[in-house]
């Protein structure tokens, strides 16, 4: 017998930025009747506590989701699928377990393990920012977001329900996608992207030019920003999404070396023609 | 006999965001005697009029230039070459001939063909913004921005003084280069992250999928703001810089291969390594 959200204990796993906010979020809202924090670092508890963000904290995994009706890992994934190898037998029968991992067919994957008395949803609020840890917490963070959830076969109509009342007791947008369609899209627009700042910033670091950080400017800024994201949590994002992310770099690579042709050649019009196509496309997106 | 800039009438020709800007920066700010706007369309003068921006307005180039001690190209780089092939003989004697355009070799080519009595500065200010033409014009666009001069061997003291005390008084903070090196650095800070963005978008774009823009949230959003940038004043950036830009396109070319190589191979220390060297860098440069 799944609860309604109002009635149930959520307990999170991992005090980070995102655990930290969903706490938050959920505290401030009042929209469950109970939070639970669980870290691995005493500190972590008792600065969840003293902000106030969870109405009770433990380091103790089995005591943290003992009596809970959802339990969110809030890891980095890798420490997500490590947990959902080991937490099925602590769960109380019926309990929703989710996540807010960046990758979901590895999630997934090892949810289907999961016993039968689970009823598992992946789940990827699309939102954070660029500081890490609960000192960054904010109950606004999701806010807005996109939360893609990604069922399992297995998994409950009412369960789905919870999860989605979930997203939206904190201020998110519920979008269902599955897990493979999920993974290439971030890939594209996530993981891509973040690569594309790294490599950028190395470029620059390459010219042993200290002047080249004195002039750089807003465009420099907004387009390097994503390297400085978790390294932590990225390089999980990375090898659980290997396949779509080396997909979308060779698609990339391709498009870098299209643009590269025509500047080679002096293709005006062509090299206007792809331009315009992207500054179209960007202006629609974003206005 | 060079004027100081409060004595100075300063004309400006191109009124789009960036001759806009110069316009009401020097306006608001009384830094010279008078501001005159040279365009091609009546209609822009007539809204630069009405913005009180400038004293008075042309769109005949001789006239606008009759009198000036300085003159400011602020039009795309190519129509900037252009006009320098041009104007050398309306120019009153001693004139400051300075300009805006985001690449530096070409411009300070073409200046070194000037006339003898006239006094050439090129320039560069590290400011814009997404949206094009005057309607944007932003008294406070260049202040706290990198204005990059670079004179040539035969400019005077007192000329590149003058363009120095020009940049200060719009709240920029001159820095002199020679123009191949400010070429390359462009080309890396702002001409490759720009082409970045468009392949970026373009990538996206290819997955056909309407959902991808749908999840695209705050890092696709910064990573990709440059290919929304103005085309016509893009395409001339590109053309009249090509070579440090196809540098920088096979620095970034052999970056991208090694982080992919390091994703393929999975070798995590040395991913690990890659990401904390950009992210250290990256904190460090915008703090």
Redesign the interface.
């Known amino acids: 017998m799944t609860p309604r959200l109002q009635d149930a204990q959520v307990t999170i796993v991992g005090l980070g930025l995102m655990g930290g906010s969903l706490a938050a979020a959920l505290t401030a809202r009042r929209a469950c009747r109970r939070v639970v924090g669980m870290a691995r670092r005493e500190e972590a508890v008792t600065q969840a506590l003293a902000m106030g963000v969870i109405h009770e904290g433990t380091c103790h995994l089995a005591e943290g989701i003992g009596g809970a009706d959802v339990v969110v890992l809030a890891t980095p994934v890798r420490a997500i699928i490590k947990l959902i190898g080991e937490i099925g037998p602590l769960l109380p029968p019926g309990c929703l377990l989710t996540d807010v991992g960046s990758t979901k067919q590895a999630v997934v994957q090892a949810m289907q393990a999961l016993p039968p008395h689970v009823q598992p949803v992946g789940g990827h609020p ?3 920012k660029e500081t890490a840890g609960l000192s960054a917490a904010d109950s606004s963070l999701y806010e807005g ?2 939360y ?1 959830l990604t069922p399992l076969a297995r998994t409950s109509d009412d369960a789905l329900a919870l999860a989605r009342e979930m997203a939206q007791a904190v201020g998110a947008r519920p ?1 269902l ?1 599955d897990a493979p ?1 999920h993974d ?3 890939a ?3 993981h ?16 042993a ?1 200290d ?19 978790d ?1 932590a949590m ?2 999980d994002i ?2 659980t999404n ?1 396949t779509a ?2 997909r ?2 060779t ?3 391709d ?3 299209g ?2 042709h025509l ?2 050649t ?1 293709d ?1 019009a062509g ?2 023609a ?6 179209q ?3 629609r ?2 206005q």
Do not use: K
């Open positions: 699309m939102c954070g977001a996109t893609i979008l996608l369609c290439a899209l971030v594209a627009i996530s891509l992207p973040y690569l594309l700042a790294v490599g950028l910033v190395a470029t620059a670091e390459c010219l030019n002047t080249v950080w004195e002039v750089a400017a807003s465009g420099f800024h907004d387009t390097s920003r994503l390297a400085a994201s390294e990225m390089l990375l090898l290997r992310v080396r979308m770099l698609a990339f690579q498009q870098l070396a643009l590269a500047l080679e002096g005006e090299l206007r792809a331009m315009t196509a992207a500054a496309r960007r202006r997106l974003f």
